[in-house]
């Protein structure tokens, strides 16, 4: 419930009170993370080399009860327990006893934390943090508890203490344990109905259960959230003067602004103008895609559209592909792709250093690509590998005008759409793209990588290659829709 809660609070409101009838099936996606994360904990369950109680082929008060007497008698080390009060339950991966008590921990098949890169050591997740603070709270309650320093053992082998004495952030005086405490009586409000939940449309909707049930109510209620960027925070601060996407788009905006400045806290006057350009687009008042500002693009011999996929949960970037153009000239397309055939350090190593040749040999020549992901991928990329190419060189490319991201450098900056988002799938589609396959998406993908490595199926293998040649092909769709949208003046009327 409080993990459900932290994704979305609508969901946990769902989950409770809504027919389980009106759920989507759970994504092939979603049944892999579950089996993946199973796979992990057995896997580094059978490393541990020290003696420990397992108590995974245990359920209910069984578990319950052989996990309490281990408790009592102070067993080193228990896998798979369960522990609860009145009204908290609870089943961390292990509880290992320390001189005072015992702290709880998880095994995860992702990394322990967020934001780690060249520049930051990351913080902890959310969501992990809120359930190691579940087990802690169970614990002290138990008069078990050794100190509020649970652990996350991730995917890279590390055991990362989470102290939840301390701030969520730098900049934020909230510690974990407050967050924690404050996220628990929210729960049991809910629980009680004291607080009502709304839906909101957002990226986390994707792998939810409710995502087809909550989009048809919040087109029905015309949502403020169905604005591209207008999400939960927004759509909360400015519903007590506007609560449609309709309403907001046929009143000035004017009536929005006071002495120069929104009536609503947070939101500058430039991103105001731009969330009711796009409302009145979504309320028809505004017919067709614009440009606020005439693009110019390179003009090379040769055009390439980049997409990668990764499974972020392996850490593992296994597939560079291209749709390659020349002169513009669709007879002179072809998709080229680098493809891991396994799942090792050398083959990742080795489609990365074949992709950059693969560039190197057209450069100079306009290269597109859609948000900030490619980017982040071959950089962290060159830091892992670094005798392949040097991060400095990898800066110097992308940082070349022939380089283009079409999301942040383009659509964002200069044009808007009568979309629910600017993602390339909903603006691709606009345009009058189709993908091939049935379900196209990133998480799809990963699930089909997933089962390539297991049975080495050639259709699979295809069925990756061809869905990431029309993300390729779908960018360069955009790049031709783009370049025959009017020009219309930015500002609202």
């Given at each position: 419930m409080l993990y459900n809660y932290i994704q979305c609070p609508h969901r946990l409101y769902l989950d409770l009170f809504e027919d389980p009838a009106k759920r989507n099936p759970e994504s092939s996606f979603v049944r892999l993370l579950w089996e993946r994360g199973i796979d992990f904990e057995e896997q580094v369950v059978a490393k541990l080399g020290i003696p420990f109680l397992d108590l995974s082929t245990l359920s209910g008060t069984e578990k319950e009860i052989k996990t309490k007497e281990a408790l009592r008698r102070g067993a080193a080390l228990?896998?798979?327990?369960?522990?609860?009060?009145?009204?908290?339950?609870?089943?961390?991966?292990?509880?290992?006893?320390?001189?005072?008590?015992?702290?709880?921990?998880?095994?995860?098949?992702g990394a322990a934390l967020e934001g780690e890169n060249s520049e930051s050591e990351g913080k902890p997740k959310k969501h992990y943090a809120i359930q190691l603070s579940?087990?802690?709270?169970?614990?002290?309650?138990?008069?078990?508890?050794?100190?509020?320093?649970?652990l996350i053992h991730d995917i890279k082998g590390r055991d990362i203490v989470y102290d939840l004495s301390q701030p969520k952030g730098k900049n934020e005086k909230t510690t974990w344990w407050e967050e924690y405490l404050k996220t628990l009586v929210e729960v049991k409000q809910l629980l009680k109905k004291e607080i009502i939940t709304?839906?909101?449309?957002?990226?986390?909707?994707?792998?939810?259960?409710?995502?087809?049930?909550?989009?048809?109510?919040l087109i029905n209620s015309k949502d403020l959230t169905l604005i591209p960027e207008l999400g939960r925070r927004k759509r909360d601060t400015m519903q007590k003067q506007v609560s449609k996407f309709s309403d907001f788009a046929h009143k000035p905006i004017s009536d929005f602004i006071q002495d120069k400045k929104t009536v609503f806290s947070g939101i500058g006057l430039p991103t105001l103008e731009k969330l009711h350009a796009r409302a009145r687009l979504l309320a028809g008042i505004d017919k067709g895609a614009y440009t606020r500002k005439k693009i110019k693009f390179p003009k090379t011999g040769i055009e390439l559209f980049f997409d990668i996929e990764t499974d972020p949960m392996r850490d593992f970037c296994y597939l560079h592909g291209f749709v390659e153009r020349q002169q513009r000239n669709p007879a002179t397309e072809r998709y080229v792709a680098f493809f891991a055939d396994e799942l090792t350090e050398k083959e990742e190593e080795r489609i990365f250093i074949d992709a950059w040749h693969y560039i190197k040999q057209h450069f100079p020549c306009t290269v597109y690509y859609y948000s900030h992901y490619e980017k982040t991928i071959w950089k962290k990329l060159g830091a892992k590998y670094p005798e392949?190419?040097?991060?400095?060189?990898?800066?110097?490319?992308?940082?070349?005008?022939?380089?283009?991201?079409?999301?942040?450098d383009v659509v964002r900056k200069y044009t808007e759409w009568p979309t629910y988002s600017y993602s390339v799938k909903d603006l691709a589609q606009y345009l009058g793209f189709r993908w091939r396959?049935?379900?196209?998406?990133?998480?799809?993908?990963?699930?089909?990588?997933?089962?390539?490595?297991?049975?080495?199926?050639?259709?699979?293998?295809?069925?990756?290659?061809?869905?990431?040649?029309?993300?390729?092909?779908?960018?360069?769709?955009?790049?031709?829709?783009?370049?025959?949208?009017?020009?219309?003046?930015?500002?609202?009327?």
């Open positions: 228990i896998y798979n327990g369960r522990i609860s009060t009145d009204h908290l339950v609870g089943e961390p991966d292990f509880l290992l006893k320390r001189k005072d008590g015992y702290i709880a921990g998880d095994i995860k098949s579940l087990y802690t709270d169970i614990l002290e309650q138990l008069d078990y508890s050794s100190s509020r320093t649970p709304t839906p909101a449309n957002g990226t986390i909707c994707k792998l939810c259960h409710w995502r087809s049930y909550c989009f048809k109510n392949l190419i040097s991060l400095a060189e990898l800066e110097t490319f992308f940082n070349s005008p022939l380089v283009i991201d079409l999301y942040n396959d049935e379900s196209p998406s990133g998480a799809e993908s990963i699930e089909w990588y997933h089962r390539w490595l297991e049975f080495k199926n050639p259709e699979i293998k295809e069925r990756i290659l061809q869905y990431n040649e029309d993300d390729c092909r779908a960018m360069m769709v955009l790049l031709e829709g783009i370049q025959s949208l009017p020009l219309k003046a930015q500002k609202s009327n």
